[in-house]
């Protein structure tokens, strides 16, 4: 199995800064690919971002700019900074990760449980 866990979730002023945290662990060779998704109230889990194990990175257009992702292949943990947050940033986020594992290396992947990021104006 493998656990995504979040942290670093919380209330934050609008033109603040947040960063949050996620370390994989578990019974994996490789995480090709890791990032964040976020969750508002009544929409669908859209892309924040993610990097993969080669160093691409993909940023959703609404944080590109003000955003940055990066990961710590050694602590098997990614980050997200993010500045300039409006209220709607306030959102569930979520940790992705793409892992391979098994004795077929095979792809799967995962979700974390989500931290919550409010923003007040």
């Known amino acids: 199995q493998v656990q995504l866990v979040e942290s670093g979730g919380g209330l934050v002023q609008a033109g603040g800064s947040l960063r949050l945290s996620c370390v994989a662990s578990?019974?994996?060779?490789?995480?090709?690919?890791i990032g964040w998704y976020r969750q508002a109230p009544g929409k669908q889990r859209d892309l924040v971002a993610t990097?993969?194990?080669?160093?691409?990175?993909n940023y959703a257009d609404s944080v590109k700019g003000r955003s940055t992702i990066s990961r710590d292949n050694v602590k098997n943990t990614v980050y997200l900074e993010m500045n300039s947050l409006n209220p709607e940033d306030t959102a569930v986020y979520y940790c992705?990760?793409?892992?391979?594992?098994?004795?077929?290396?095979?792809?799967?992947?995962?979700w974390g449980q989500g931290t919550q990021v409010t923003v007040s104006s």
């Open positions: 992705y990760a793409e892992v391979i594992m098994g004795v077929n290396n095979l792809r799967f992947a995962y």
């Open positions: 990097q993969s194990s080669g160093g691409s990175l």
């Open positions: 578990g019974s994996f060779f490789s995480i090709p690919v």
